[in-house]
């Protein structure tokens, strides 16, 4: 069951500018996570951003979580060649259980 | 250093064969799971445990068991593999709060001949 969906599939820029990409999901939530994964390797949590909250900063990280909407998109400002990666958002239901799903990932590549 | 540990890093194995992928981790985390990560299907979770001695399945638990003997440990045992278990393996765990992230392994490249 695919919870989280992340928009667009894959996303080429150049180094400098800004990178944008959406995760859209389908119930309620607790939090929603982002997390990046460097080709073939384990994933590396990012940022956690609670349904209470509208926005968060962590570095060059900027999320925003519009639960009406139930969206979100995750910013990296002033990319760097080391950005290059997949991001995925996951997000929880409201059960407790802690079980977090993941969507398929936006494939990044910043061009130097 | 804070970290999952996953075994073997790569494996080949033929049709029928048992296995047993370990896990480790040593932040005395509460929560681990197990994923799979195909082409274009993103992760799907496997099988997931709250503590010790409790387990629970997935989205795709279908021809893997796991055990919980202790809070460190969470191995992933494939009783009789096929190819259609060949995937990429991530063993994660969290504090389980609901409130902090997964910390992931760095991954089992598992091929079934």
């Known amino acids: 069951s695919q919870q989280g969906e992340e928009d667009p599939q894959a996303l080429s820029i150049q180094e400098g500018e800004n990178a944008t990409m959406n995760c859209s999901y389908k119930?309620?939530?607790?939090?929603l996570q982002w997390y990046r994964q460097n080709s073939g390797r384990g994933l590396v949590h990012l940022i956690l951003?609670?349904?209470?909250?509208r926005e968060k900063h962590s570095g060059r990280l900027r999320v925003t979580l519009d639960t009406s909407k139930k969206s979100s998109s995750l910013l990296i400002t002033a990319s760097r060649a080391a950005d290059t990666a997949s991001y995925f958002c996951?997000?929880?239901?409201?059960?407790?259980?802690?079980?977090?799903?993941f969507g398929t990932g936006t494939r990044l590549k910043v061009l130097a | 250093e804070a970290q999952v540990t996953q075994n073997p890093r790569y494996l080949i194995t033929v049709t029928g064969k048992k296995l047993t992928v370990t896990c480790s981790q040593n932040?005395?985390?509460?929560?681990m799971s197990w994923y799979r990560q195909d082409p274009g299907l993103g992760l799907r979770q496997i099988y997931y445990?709250?503590?010790?001695?409790?387990?629970d399945k997935g989205d795709v638990p279908e021809g893997y068991k796991v055990s919980r003997k202790e809070k460190r440990n969470f191995p992933l045992i494939l009783e009789s593999p096929s190819p259609n278990q060949t995937s990429l393996y991530f063993c994660?765990?969290?504090?389980?709060?609901?409130?902090?992230?997964?910390?992931f392994g760095s991954g089992t490249r598992l091929t079934v001949v």
């Open positions: 951003i609670r349904s209470n909250e």
């Open positions: 932040m005395n985390h509460e929560y």
């Open positions: 119930t309620s939530i607790n939090n």
């Open positions: 996951a997000t929880d239901g409201t059960s407790g259980t802690y079980k977090y799903i």
């Open positions: 994660a765990s969290s504090l389980g709060t609901g409130s902090d992230g997964y910390t």
């Open positions: 445990s709250m503590n010790v001695e409790v387990t």
